[in-house]
């Protein structure tokens, strides 16, 4: 069947409700599928690389994330970001910058901390100092920088 724009958009809309509602509720199948589809319906609205289905690649990543699919939200977190590079979304680059070094702090610590001091110094300008995603991001560097050192300690 054939769906203008305005259609796609709505069932894109509902996906989204479902796969937060799924995510809220630890359904993270369920979330990841709603989520794919309203991927899709962005997709056949707006286009492949549009900042719509960027975003919706983007939450597709962190609930694939939590299913611990690390190499498919990888890549997704990736075409988000380059989305949102040629676009001048400098913040929510930043939450594909903070998504990524969490994906791979136990994996490469050096990469993850340079993706957190970029998210951070994105949010910071953009949010403010004072903010709690900027609290966040501080949060998250402290415990890399402390599975860092524990590593350190194990190895000596």
């Known amino acids: 069947m054939w769906k203008t724009r ?3 958009d709505a069932e894109a809309r509902r996906h989204r409700d479902d796969a937060a509602a799924a ?8 979330a990841a599928t709603s989520a794919r589809a309203a991927l899709a319906c962005a997709e ?9 289905a960027a975003t919706d690649a983007r939450t597709l990543a962190a609930v694939l994330a939590a299913l611990d699919r690390r190499a498919e939200a990888n890549a997704l977190y990736q075409r ?9 979304l400098t ?11 969490l994906l791979h702090a136990d994996t ?3 990469v993850s901390r340079a993706r957190l001091q970029s998210a951070l110094q994105i949010k910071r300008t953009v949010l403010g100092g004072l903010h709690p995603e900027v609290a966040a991001i501080l949060e998250d560097m402290a ?4 599975l860092s050192a524990l590593s ?3 190895a000596a």
Not at 44 to 52: H, I, K
Not at 80 to 88: D, K, Q
């Open 143 to 146: 415990a890399l920088s402390a």
């Open 44 to 52: 056949r609205s707006a286009g492949p690389d549009s900042p719509a």
């Open 80 to 88: 988000a970001l380059a989305v949102y590079r040629t676009t001048g």
């Open 91 to 101: 913040y929510d680059a930043a939450v594909c910058l903070h998504g990524l070094a």
């Open 6 to 8: 305005r259609h796609l």
């Open 23 to 30: 995510y809220a509720d630890g359904r993270l199948t369920a």
């Open 108 to 110: 490469e610590p050096g």
């Open 152 to 154: 350190a300690l194990s």
